[in-house]
């Protein structure tokens, strides 16, 4: 739903809550309020400091599952009660005991948003934190990548930075992999699995037609 981020940030708003956005979730970017998204939600989850100082009372979580491992891992650890909001195809792999609501995200978060009498909103810094630890993580996440970048990075003797497209094209798969987990979020869901299998042995090996086909 397009609008749905908008309700998220109401939400938010009302509760002076932090929004931790998953690395698929349309939340980072858009016209939306964002002044309370967590961008860099898995760095920030990593620090052991971090979480136990900070631990919460409520998740409620809207969405699909969290593509990522440390976000998982925290919601399993974590005795904060859950409340999830399932509009028919949750997949809950971290087991935690939750409360399931079965409705629609945006219309049940707009509800919650401008409802007249609603609980109080988060303790008074409990957002600040959030977000200072953030901007944290982006700082830290740039210094290294601006480290990178200076001094080069070597694989095999090259310097991957400035290798031009059609040589980290000969690399990528070649020499240099990602195995994906999740095949919902690594595979194109309107093209078939065999294209898009093929095509990685097309661009690779000296397959082609018919034995490409077979081999994907």
């Given amino acids: 739903d397009p609008m749905f981020p908008e309700a998220v940030a109401r939400l938010a708003e009302r509760f002076d809550a932090p929004i931790l956005a998953d690395g698929l979730a349309n939340l980072r970017t858009g016209t ?91 303790e008074p810094g409990w957002l600040e934190a959030w977000l200072d630890a953030d901007q944290r993580a982006d700082r830290a996440i740039r210094a290294e990548v601006a480290a990178i970048t200076a ?16 040589a980290m094209r000969d690399l990528r798969g070649n020499r240099i992999s990602m195995i994906f987990q999740e095949p919902m979020t690594s595979l194109n869901p309107v093209m078939r699995i065999g294209q898009q299998i093929g095509e990685v042995l097309r661009w690779h090996t000296d397959l082609r037609g018919d034995a490409a086909r077979r081999e994907g």
């Fill in 32 to 122: 939306h309020d964002r002044s309370r998204v967590i961008a860099r939600t898995a760095t920030v989850l990593r620090s052991a400091s971090f979480t136990a100082a900070h631990r919460p009372d409520l998740v409620l979580r809207f969405g699909g599952t969290p593509t990522a491992r440390t976000t998982l891992e925290w919601l399993a650890a974590t005795d904060a009660e859950h409340v999830v909001v399932d509009d028919g195809g949750w997949n809950e792999p971290t087991l935690h005991t939750s409360t399931f609501v079965h409705a629609d995200p945006y219309r049940l978060a707009m509800m919650i948003a401008n409802a007249n009498e609603i609980g109080p909103a988060a």
């Fill in 151 to 166: 001094a080069g990075e070597l694989f095999e003797g090259r310097d991957l930075i400035t290798l031009p497209a059609s």
